[in-house]
């Protein structure tokens, strides 16, 4: 398992030849950075220190919640699909709808295909069936994380990734995993959070060994994290979005504000952040 802010721009880049309804959207809206507030919201609903719930977000999506094409990360469940759609569309599509899991294929903006061939067939079973986000919270429980439905919880993970870590923590609170964060049980947590199955993955022994790391470094750096997005935005490669500051990300930043015509720094001032911001309107 899995675990309105602005409006999202819903692009229709497909049409439906009989009916003209939408088949495909770009769940592209805001796709802002994971800011202090939601990051601190986050934390004291669950009554967690900042490292152990940065062992999460760097397990889940490598520590970014969006694609550099600025939609959510994604993960499409065919298994999901087919529970939720009554096994209907098992024979005539058993790519999207298997009773066996898997079948995933690619990462990334490929997961964003499979989701389109879904929506095709049931838009609301193909958005449960998808899981969200820094977090990969499933849509099918928009409900338990705060949500009316699951448009509305689509809605925020494509706006913020705040939105995301706030629903995040919701699941973690609803399930009852708190405190095996607090305590660091990471196979209970792991249980908990992805299922019986996390032990294929290495669930746990990745989530104890990143928080170690995290425990005894340096934690990200929200401003430094925030322009590592907006250059991957862009097109100024950072190789990797972590929070530290490296010489590939200091490398892209540098080019950026040479096109910029801003003054080269060795850290994102508060100059060079607005100019990102603004070069994404």
């Not at 959207?25 to 490292?51: H, R």
Request: hydrophobic share 40%; proline share 3%; glycine share 10%.
């Amino acid at each position: 398992m899995r675990a309105g802010i602005g409006s999202i721009h819903f692009a229709r880049a497909e049409m439906s030849s009989s009916k003209g309804t939408p088949l495909v959207d770009s769940f592209v809206s805001g796709s802002l950075p994971l800011d202090s507030a939601g990051l601190q919201s986050a934390v004291d609903s669950l009554g967690v220190k900042v490292p152990e719930f940065w062992a999460i977000l760097t397990v889940e999506t490598s520590g970014c919640g969006f694609l550099p094409d600025r939609r959510p990360k994604i993960l499409f469940e065919r298994h999901i699909f087919s529970e939720r759609t009554g096994h209907k569309f098992d024979a005539g599509h058993p790519d999207l709808s298997n009773k066996q899991a898997g079948g995933y294929g690619q990462g990334g903006a490929a997961q964003y295909k499979r989701l389109a061939a879904a929506i095709a067939l049931d838009r609301r079973a193909a958005l449960e069936s998808t899981s969200w986000g820094i977090g990969q919270v499933m849509g099918f429980n928009a409900v338990m994380v705060g949500y009316g439905d699951v448009e509305k919880l689509v809605s925020d993970m494509c706006a913020r990734e705040s939105a995301q870590v706030i629903a995040m923590a919701a699941f973690v609170k609803a399930n009852k995993l708190a405190g095996a964060l607090r305590t660091h049980d990471w196979a209970r947590f792991a249980a908990g959070y992805n299922g019986s199955d996390y032990r294929i993955n290495n669930y746990d022994t990745r989530l104890a060994s990143s928080y170690e790391a995290l425990d005894r470094g340096a934690l990200p750096d929200l401003d430094v994290r925030s322009g590592q997005i907006y250059l991957t935005y862009l097109g100024f490669d950072p190789r990797g979005v972590d929070g530290m500051m490296g010489r590939m990300t200091r490398s892209a930043m540098n080019e950026f504000q040479l096109e910029h015509g801003l003054p080269r720094t060795d850290f994102f001032d508060t100059a060079t952040l607005s100019a990102l911001r603004m070069a994404m309107n």
